[in-house]
């Protein structure tokens, strides 16, 4: 089974960035097919636990399994309104803590709402260049919606084609740079020796 | 197995009066905490070293000499010593020194320290933190086990004919922890030289506790020092404890609230469940430190902070009386089903002894 996450960084309820997460991820079970599955997140309910996390420096129980979610995942759609004119804070705090490494090689599709498309760039000046600091592969295509776009075909078309290319990853062997795991293979100590003489 | 207490040496304001203690009140303080720790009948009293504000804590091995020069029994450690940005070579004439002055009462704990602008005040770099801690032993080892040392490594000016002054006490080394949070090549290294692992135990879920110490154990028996259940374990804890649990608690929480590291976070309740922090009653105390073995298996010492997030001398010296009371309890708890070949925590006159 592939497994896709779609996080929404929503606020409101009922949110506009939940709706078009929604719109994506329907997207997504559609093009990618039945063994796919596609589960949706809000980041909401985990505003306290992240900035508990800002503070102590580990997660608790269920952000920390939200981490894991996001580690096993095969690909994940990403999700933010625009607050003044990037990313929300808590779309940002949410991919702070993920550890280094965590998302490398891993395909993410962005998107993002915001109430003017005077915004629309934000994928491209604010998004891109996190995931791609972060070395995970960004698909072609952004979704951006402001909320006239809520009522224009385009913005359909616009969630199918990134959807499909979402998809068109997910089965592909990732190009993962593979960094030892020093508790299961701890590098020999003579190894680390050798500079020294 | 020893039990005792390990503090950072912070300057914190009391958040219930405002009141923040002077640099010479809280030097002061280390010192009756620590008496007071031998008269309760604890093992170990470790300082810690810091060169930052707010601590006091730049010169260990000061206040260890003062500490030692006024008891008699108790045995001086820290928590931590800095491998990274102290000289291997003043480390071993100035901890090669107290081990004569306190007839072997000593050992030490190595770490790396976090604060990165306190590396290049000391002309290193924090990114090179493993690496130095890796070179600065290696020298440290050898300065303390041969008395003619040539050398030559990435960070510190070569050595040639080199003898590190005074030679160790009867000839056996002070004893060294490695002390990590999360560092695998640091549970590596003390388990490559057969010294012992500390995991500091507070702050942070039990899990990191049980991945490091499983490692260790592991990679003890890998090189070739015993089997895995005899390798020296330290663990660090952190409690508050009142005859009853709902004082405890009522007391502690504004010092949790605005403590140091983790105040104005998860509330005190999140944080006990989720850390090894035990705010209540001295049963509830005893009940979970007894717990510590189910994760880590059977280990040599445990060492509780108890003076920190600015609680006043008097409730520390209190916290003291009520852990000497426990004390019994915890030494029976933790003897019951410990297998003859698990080893004491390791000390000097064993050491000859042996």
């Known amino acids: 089974m592939t497994r896709v996450l779609a996080i929404s960084a929503g606020l409101s309820v009922p949110s506009s960035t939940r709706l078009l997460t929604d719109r994506i991820a329907e997207s997504v079970r559609r093009v990618a097919g039945p063994g796919t599955e596609v589960e949706v997140v809000d980041l909401r309910p985990f505003a306290h636990a992240l900035a508990d996390h800002l503070l102590t420096g580990f997660a608790s129980g269920e952000l920390s399994e939200l981490i894991e979610r996001v580690r096993h995942a095969d690909g994940l759609v990403m999700v933010t309104p625009v607050f003044s004119a990037s990313y929300s804070g808590l779309f940002k705090t949410f991919v702070d803590v993920l550890e280094p490494g965590l998302l490398e090689g891993k395909p993410v599709l962005v998107a993002a709402t915001a109430g003017t498309a005077r915004h629309s760039l934000v994928l491209d000046h604010a998004l891109r260049p996190l995931f791609s600091y972060l070395r995970a592969v960004v698909v072609p295509t952004g979704v951006f919606a402001a909320t006239d776009d809520f009522a224009d075909a385009g913005l359909s078309q616009r969630v199918d084609q990134a959807a499909g290319e979402l998809a068109g990853l997910l089965g592909g062997r990732r190009a993962l740079h593979v960094v030892r795991d020093e508790f299961e293979d701890p590098t020999p100590f003579e190894e680390r020796l050798r500079p020294v003489r | ?354």
Not at chain 2, 167 to 191: C, K, M, N, T, Y
Not at chain 2, 204 to 221: D, G, N
């Open chain 2, 1 to 354: 197995m020893q039990f005792g207490i390990f503090t950072v040496g912070d300057v914190t304001t009391d958040p219930t009066t405002g009141r923040t203690p002077s640099e010479h009140e809280r030097i002061k303080a280390q010192v009756e905490i620590a008496k007071k720790a031998e008269e309760v009948g604890l093992d170990v009293v470790a300082v810690g070293q810091h060169h930052n504000p707010p601590f006091v804590a730049s010169s260990p091995t000061t206040t260890m000499a003062y500490i030692a020069a006024q008891t008699e029994r108790i045995v001086l450690s820290t928590s931590t010593t800095l491998i990274t940005t102290t000289d291997p070579v003043r480390i071993a004439e100035d901890y090669g020194t107290l081990q004569h002055l306190t007839d072997g009462r000593m050992d030490l704990m190595l770490g790396r320290g976090n604060t990165g602008p306190v590396y290049p005040w000391f002309g290193k770099d924090i990114r090179e933190g493993i690496n130095l801690a890796i070179e600065n032993y290696a020298l440290l080892h050898r300065l303390w086990r041969e008395d003619v040392v040539d050398w030559e490594g990435r960070f510190r000016t070569p050595l040639q004919g080199f003898t590190a002054t005074p030679r160790p006490l009867d000839g056996v080394p002070p004893f060294v922890w490695h002390g990590s949070i999360r560092s695998p090549e640091i549970a590596e290294q003390a388990a490559y030289y057969g010294d012992g692992f500390f995991h500091n135990h507070i702050f942070w879920p039990a899990s990191h506790t049980q991945q490091m110490v499983a490692l260790y154990r592991r990679r003890f028996e890998h090189y070739g020092h015993g089997t895995a259940d005899q390798a020296i374990v330290g663990l660090g804890g952190q409690f508050f404890m009142r005859r009853n649990s709902q004082d405890a608690v009522r007391e502690f929480r504004p010092y949790f609230d605005n403590a140091p590291v983790y105040g104005h976070g998860p509330s005190l309740e999140d944080f006990t469940a989720q850390t090894p922090l035990t705010v209540g009653s001295p049963q509830e105390v005893v009940e979970r430190t007894l717990g510590f073995r189910d994760y880590v298996g059977d280990y040599q010492r445990q060492l509780f902070l108890l003076d920190h997030a600015g609680l006043p001398l008097k409730t520390v010296l209190e916290q003291l009386d009520l852990l000497g009371e426990i004390l019994p309890d915890l030494r029976a708890g933790f003897a019951e089903g410990r297998p003859a070949h698990v080893p004491d925590a390791p000390t000097h006159i064993a050491a000859v002894a042996a």
